[in-house]
């Protein structure tokens, strides 16, 4: 059995030592218990994390994925949520590239005035089905 320590553990997976022992207190991962004052955890624990980080991309909370592991440590995966988040992040990679065709276009858009362009009025009717918002803080990062 490869045992690594939390620096270790740390430097091979990019996630803070304190990150690690956080998961370690919400019973995400486990160590196997100390080696003077270094946390010591099986080698496994990498791939365990790789799962976490996964989960936390794909928009799962930290008790969502918690659940996703079984009382054993290994993974029970919920299929059915998984394919629900697949669904979410699909209609989100839609929405994305409708935001950027439309941004290409008015960065590119020789016209004198957008709303006088037929790509552009194209491109903008496609939008009210989606959820394109005007957030603030975007424009105002823009402005400075």
């Known amino acids: 059995m490869v045992v690594l320590d939390i620096g270790e553990v740390a430097?091979?997976?990019?996630?803070?030592?304190?990150?690690?022992?956080?998961?370690?207190?919400?019973g995400l991962i486990a160590s196997?218990?100390?080696?003077?004052?270094?946390?010591?955890?099986?080698?496994?624990?990498?791939?365990?994390?790789s799962l976490i980080a996964?989960?936390?991309?794909?928009?799962f909370s930290l008790e969502e994925i918690a659940g996703m592991?079984?009382?054993?440590?290994?993974?029970?995966?919920?299929?059915?949520?998984l394919r629900v988040r697949a669904d979410?992040?699909?209609?989100?990679?839609?929405?994305l590239r409708t935001l950027r065709d439309i941004l290409r276009h008015v960065a590119d858009c020789p016209a004198p005035s957008h709303?006088?362009?037929?790509t552009f009025r194209k491109l903008m009717q496609a939008?009210?089905?989606?959820?394109?918002?005007y957030r603030p803080s975007v424009a105002r990062r823009g402005a400075q």
């Open 11 to 26: 430097e091979r997976s990019g996630v803070a030592p304190s990150t690690l022992r956080y998961y370690e207190e919400i």
């Open 32 to 49: 196997l218990g100390r080696h003077g004052l270094r946390r010591q955890f099986e080698a496994d624990v990498l791939m365990k994390l």
């Open 54 to 59: 996964m989960g936390k991309a794909a928009g």
């Open 69 to 81: 592991f079984g009382r054993d440590g290994k993974p029970a995966i919920p299929r059915d949520q």
């Open 88 to 95: 979410e992040l699909q209609r989100q990679i839609a929405e």
């Open 115 to 118: 709303l006088e362009c037929p």
């Open 127 to 133: 939008a009210p089905g989606r959820r394109l918002a």
